[in-house]
């Protein structure tokens, strides 16, 4: 039901725009949560939309570099990466969540399968 697109290999300082589709189901109730995880470690929280798209909230390792945004009338999510780093090498998911966002991936009830984004050095 959640669908992420758009990742890619890309230059260190590059961008990246990355694509959530929803389908099967209305969408835009729901906050929407961006993770990220490497192989071995645990999920990281890299954001989080409210479903009003007031709110918004991002993990210190990329405020001011990353900014979701969503289009509820095309049930669309998308996470613009900039000024990207080899760290931020990995594969990254988008989840829903009913009520109130959280920076917790335990709390989140849909997953992407998603989208492996690689920055070279």
């Known amino acids: 039901q959640l669908e992420e697109s758009g990742g890619n290999l890309v230059q260190a300082g590059g961008s990246l725009r990355l694509s959530c589709a929803a389908s099967g189901r209305t969408f835009s109730s729901y906050a929407m949560g961006w993770f990220r995880q490497a192989p071995g470690k645990e999920r990281e929280f890299v954001g989080f939309?409210?479903?009003?798209?007031?709110?918004?909230q991002y993990a210190d390792s990329v405020k001011d570099r990353f900014t979701i945004s969503r289009d509820n009338t095309k049930n669309m999510v998308y996470l613009q990466m900039n000024s990207l780093k080899p760290e931020d090498t990995t594969v990254y998911y988008c989840?829903?969540?009913?009520?109130?966002?959280?920076?917790?991936?335990?709390?989140?009830?849909?997953w992407g399968q998603g989208t492996q984004v690689t920055v070279s050095s």
């Open positions: 989840a829903a969540k009913s009520f109130r966002s959280s920076v917790d991936p335990g709390e989140y009830d849909y």
């Open positions: 939309i409210d479903w009003r798209a007031i709110n918004t």
